[in-house]
Structures are given as structure tokens and as C-alpha cells.
């Protein structure tokens, strides 16, 4: 079975500040979809970020971008020019590409602290 | 992005008695759904699949009989706990694909669930 980790519980980084997140994973499959996603404190979960496993090319949202690295099965999130409001709840997730029924594996989360 | 609405989003109810929460998804069809829960400070576990016109498929541990999947149109999806308990308050969150390119699931707001 997959599985994500994210061995980060807590993360603290000062406004303005680029802050990153670890995730790994462990997967046989070699197409797959990788997610970061935030939850706020209003347990909303907003979707971050994608990263189509065929691409080689790191996928960048604004201000968030990731470091994808297939062959070692690692999938981190960069935060740059941190602002207040992206304290959160970070969860890396994991789907197969396998259509519409195929399920997200979550990692534990990180909880993201962004100090004045 | 899509969107993905759940109702109530907080609802009490006395030990003994059955709740329903509802999954829509307004702008798009989905012929499956995924019902997760969430306990305070953990990630969201999946508890079930939603599938149209079928029965849902659960995961491993979740009492069939107690949470009940119901996906009777291509844009809404009902989870019943029956007889609740106390133990039975968490938070409760459904998700959708949109079918669309990338793959990506879209979450509801979730639904705080209290038995007293």
C-alpha cells in the first residue's frame, strides 16, 4: 500500500521568510498525482498545489512551489515570502492515476507557524 | 475552482439518534464521492467511497451498518450515523473529483459532528 510521510509536526518561519515542508512517499506505480494541501483553522481543505508525476518539471502556485524528485520519492513544498495567513495545517497527498474513484493518501501533516 | 458543498456544517445531536450530512457538488457531476473523518490534531482518514447508483465501498475497520453511504444522484451523496454515540463526534469531510484534467479532488467544508 502507499504510504505518505511527513516528518515535520511543526513548523515555524517569520513573515516574509521562505520556509519548506518534506514529504515523502512509497509507491510501486509509476504514474501518480502528488498534492499539498491547507487547512486552516476553519478546517477548509484548499488545494495548494499539483504535481503530475510524468512531468518533470516542478510545479510553482504564486508564492508556492515544490521540489519533486521521483527517483528518491520526495515531494517538498517551498513557501516564499511567507504572509500571516498561510499559517495552517499542511497535508501532502498521494493519488494513482487511476481516474475518478482512486482515493488520496494523506500524510500526518505539519503544522505551519508564521511568526511577526 | 469546483465546488463542493456539505450540509450542516455543525449539527448536535442526543446519543441514540440518527444524523444525516449531505455532499453536493454544484458546478460538475461526480460519480464518486469519498467521506473522510477527522479527529482533532490527526490527518483525515477515508472512511468510505461513494460510488452512483451503487453500493459505497469502505474502508477497512468502519462499520458498514453504522455510517451510511448513499449516492443516489451525480451530485449528492449522504452519509447517515445511525444510533450515534458520543464517540461518534468528529469532524466529517467529503471530497469529489471533477473529471477534469489534473486529476484533482475538490473537499467540501466539512461537518462538526456532536453526540451528546
Known amino acids: 500500500a502507499q504510504t505518505v510521510t511527513q516528518s515535520q509536526p511543526e513548523m515555524s518561519v517569520q513573515e516574509a521568510e521562505t520556509v519548506t515542508l518534506s514529504c515523502t512517499y512509497d509507491?510501486?506505480?509509476?504514474?501518480?498525482?502528488l498534492f499539498w494541501y491547507k487547512q486552516p483553522p476553519s478546517r477548509q481543505m484548499i488545494l495548494v498545489i499539483r504535481q503530475e508525476a510524468y512531468k518533470q518539471q516542478n510545479a510553482t502556485e504564486n508564492r508556492f512551489s515544490v521540489n519533486f524528485q521521483k527517483a528518491a520519492k520526495s515531494f517538498s513544498l517551498k513557501i516564499s515570502d511567507s504572509q500571516l495567513g498561510d499559517a495552517a495545517m499542511y497535508f501532502c497527498?498521494?493519488?494513482?492515476?487511476?481516474?475518478?474513484?482512486?482515493?488520496?493518501?494523506f500524510g500526518t501533516g505539519t503544522r505551519l507557524q508564521v511568526t511577526l | 475552482g469546483a465546488v463542493v458543498s456539505q450540509h450542516p456544517s455543525r449539527v448536535i445531536c442526543k446519543s441514540g439518534t440518527s444524523v444525516k450530512i449531505e455532499c453536493r457538488s454544484l458546478?460538475?457531476?461526480?460519480?464518486?464521492m469519498f467521506w473522510y473523518r477527522q479527529f482533532p490534531k490527526q490527518s483525515l482518514m477515508l472512511m468510505a467511497t461513494s460510488n452512483e447508483g451503487s453500493k459505497a465501498t469502505y474502508e477497512q475497520g468502519v462499520e458498514k451498518d453504522k455510517f451510511l453511504i448513499n449516492h443516489a444522484s451525480l451530485t449528492l451523496s449522504t452519509l447517515t450515523v445511525t444510533s450515534a454515540h458520543p464517540e461518534d463526534s468528529s469532524f466529517y469531510i467529503c471530497?469529489?473529483?471533477?473529471?477534469?484534467?489534473?486529476?484533482?479532488?475538490?473537499f467540501g467544508e466539512g461537518s462538526w459532528l456532536t453526540v451528546v
Open positions: 509507491t510501486s506505480e509509476s504514474d501518480y498525482y
Open positions: 458546478d460538475f457531476q461526480a460519480t464518486t
Open positions: 497527498a498521494y493519488r494513482e492515476d487511476t481516474g475518478t474513484a482512486s482515493k488520496l493518501t
Open positions: 471530497s469529489a473529483d471533477t473529471g477534469a484534467s489534473g486529476n484533482t479532488i475538490y
